[in-house]
């Protein structure tokens, strides 16, 4: 549980190098998945307060195990994705400038280009935005719910993050520090897709041919990039 939660802080501790989050607009999970453990950043605590010993340990159903502080309001929309992913170890979610731009807009991020497809495998997809009952029933838990109908037809290990209508984004991956990884990709692409449609407003998606390649290159059991060493 120390390693689990040292290496939530310091995932958190990126978003704030990275300039990633405003304020406490952020948190970064972890999960033990032979426990069923979640530990994430507790709630409304500023950044440079936190030390490893305040990330809170959560059980799958949402309910505190052990702390003071309570657990992050977005702790619902984890433990969901969490269930719901089970290759995910580490999830992110901030409202960094250009992605939330993007889910602010309501509108997916195309793969204009190579960047984006090392990172994606297809577009950056966007989640609908509730309903008022579904507000009014369970916000966070319900924000999981419309990311897992997203999710129905696509690889949560080939598109690691979503855009969540009027809302924000959401990356995961492996550990809770490759999430934060794509959650520094995906503010890149967002910006640089913002800066190509304003450059070009009829650009097109590249090439799946190229897509295909360059995601490919990078992951799966025939990945050429890299020493080879993870």
């Not at 799958?60 to 929309?77: E, Y």
């Not at 999981?144 to 924000?168: D, M, Q, T, W, Y």
């Not at 407003?201 to 090439?207: A, D, E, I, R």
């Amino acid at each position: 549980m120390d390693k689990l939660r040292k290496s939530v802080y310091e995932a958190n501790m990126v978003l704030v190098r990275e300039r990633l989050v405003t304020l406490t607009w952020g948190n970064v999970s972890g999960i033990d998945r032979t426990t069923g453990t979640v530990v994430i950043k507790p709630s409304g605590v500023p950044y440079e307060e936190l030390a490893p010993e305040h990330m809170v340990a959560v059980e799958l159903d949402g309910r505190r195990i052990d702390g003071g502080l309570k657990p992050s309001s977005d702790t619902p929309t984890h433990v969901a994705l969490y269930k719901a992913f089970p290759e995910i170890g580490g999830i992110c979610h901030t409202h960094s400038p250009y992605a939330t731009a993007f889910a602010q807009a309501c509108r997916e991020i195309p793969c204009f280009g190579t960047t984006h497809a090392d990172h994606f495998r297809g577009a950056v997809p966007l989640a609908r935005g509730l309903t008022p009952d579904e507000v009014q029933e369970a916000y966070e838990a319900n924000t999981g719910k419309v990311i897992i109908e997203r999710f129905g037809k696509l690889n949560p290990s080939e598109v690691p993050g979503v855009l969540c209508a009027h809302h924000g984004p959401f990356t995961w991956g492996r550990t809770p520090a490759q999430a934060v990884e794509n959650s520094i990709a995906l503010e890149v692409i967002a910006q640089m897709a913002l800066q190509t449609v304003n450059l070009e407003p009829h650009s097109v998606p590249v090439p799946q041919h190229i897509q295909d390649a360059h995601f490919l290159r990078k992951h799966g059991p025939e990945a050429t990039y890299g020493q080879g060493l993870e």
